[in-house]
């Protein structure tokens, strides 16, 4: 059931669109066809696809969910492994430093160097572990 629509141009170059004769004033430009209404076949096949293609983009989503949250708990079990890591440097530097510093005779500069080291351990500690 397409209708005939008629596209009207006055004098100034306005345009005009109407389903029946062109308003005083303006001219018939040209007849503009609409599209017929949908089947309902059409319609239906058009519900079809979109719950389609709504029941895709939910496992879509639900599967980006969970490797999000795989990823996430891959990234705290590498960032508890690097903690403890790091842990286990510095309290092997501090015995060590006590080691040495409990020498008789022992280097000032083998002493800063290793206060340097801990320095360093301390503060990729506490940015990776927060504390």
């Not at 949908?38 to 496992?59: I, L, N, V």
Request: hydrophobic content about 30%; proline content about 4%; overall charge positive.
């Amino acid at each position: 059931m397409a209708q005939q629509i008629q596209r009207c141009e006055d004098a100034r170059g306005r345009i005009t669109y109407s389903n029946a004769d062109c308003p005083e004033g303006t001219r018939p430009v040209r007849s503009v066809q609409s599209a017929p209404a949908p089947s309902a076949e059409d319609m239906q096949s058009a519900r079809d696809k979109a719950e389609r293609d709504a029941q895709t983009a939910r496992q879509l989503s639900d599967q980006r969910r969970s490797q999000q949250a795989a990823a996430a708990q891959q990234n705290e079990q590498q960032r508890k492994s690097d903690c403890a890591y790091l842990q286990g440097e510095i309290q092997s530097l501090q015995r060590m430093r006590n080691m040495l510093v409990n020498r008789p005779y022992y280097s000032l500069d083998d002493l800063n160097t290793m206060d340097q080291h801990a320095m360093k351990l301390t503060a990729d500690y506490r940015r990776v572990c927060g504390s």
